[in-house]
């Protein structure tokens, strides 16, 4: 079982920038692969980006490519969404999620943390 907590949502203007904190815990999370979506209201959960706890490398829906930046933390269980230039269109639910293995699909991640809002005002 694989617990994942998110926080540091809030309310920016455009152009602004935020950074999403996903706490993992359990016994086996440093073996998944690490994901973000998002959920605006009326649309489906999308991609935004994710990582792999072994090496660290990262992967980008291309809608926040060079905008937003996804790292990890082996020390605290910790991965980050550093949200740069911030967009009205970002606004959304954004959730952490854990996968068996690298994945842009909601389908394929097995546990998910809560979501927290990010409100992106123009």
């Known amino acids: 079982q694989v617990q994942l907590v998110e926080s540091g949502g809030g309310l920016v203007q455009a152009g602004g920038s935020l950074r999403l904190s996903c706490a993992a815990s359990?016994?086996?999370?440093?073996?998944?692969?690490m994901g973000w979506f998002r959920q605006a209201p009326g649309k489906e959960r999308e991609f935004v980006g994710g990582i792999r706890w072994t090496n660290g490398s990262a992967y980008y829906a291309d809608s926040v490519k060079g905008r937003f930046t996804i790292s990890r933390d082996n020390a605290q269980n910790t991965v980050y969404l550093q949200m740069n230039s911030l967009k009205p269109e970002d606004t959304a639910v954004y959730y952490c999620a854990a996968a068996g293995s690298r994945s842009y699909w909601v389908r394929d991640y097995d546990y998910w943390g809560q979501g927290t809002q990010v409100t992106v005002s123009s």
């Open positions: 359990g016994r086996t999370f440093s073996r998944y692969a």
